[in-house]
């Protein structure tokens, strides 16, 4: 069984930075995705960022050049570095990892981008 527990969400004024963290625990293969989504009340859930256990990363347009996914292999974490965060990026950011066909998700942590 793997666990995902993430970490870093607050509120934070406009043009402000967080940096969000997910500890994986379990059994991970090596070979893995892990990813930030996220999701508003009464929105779709969306991608916000992906990457690879061999490093590739994707970044959704809407927050390419604010948003950088990172990750430690040794310690199974995942990061997502916010900068010059919007009121639109207010949601609950979730934590997600895929290997071996199955696929696994965080509890959430909320992100408040308001002055």
């Known amino acids: 069984q793997v666990k995902l527990v993430e970490s870093g969400g607050d509120l934070v004024q406009p043009g402000g930075s967080l940096r969000l963290s997910c500890a994986a625990s379990?059994?991970?293969?090596?070979?893995?995705?892990m990813a930030w989504y996220r999701q508003a009340p009464g929105k779709e859930r969306e991608l916000v960022a992906s990457i690879a256990s061999g490093g590739g990363t994707y970044h959704a347009d809407s927050v390419k050049g604010r948003f950088a996914i990172s990750r430690d292999n040794v310690k199974n974490t995942v990061y997502l570095q916010m900068d010059n965060l919007k009121p639109e990026d207010t949601s609950k950011y979730l934590c997600?990892?895929?290997?071996?066909?199955?696929?696994?998700w965080g509890q959430g942590t909320q992100v408040t981008v308001s002055s």
């Open positions: 379990g059994s991970i293969f090596s070979t893995n995705i």
């Open positions: 997600y990892l895929s290997h071996r066909g199955a696929n696994y």
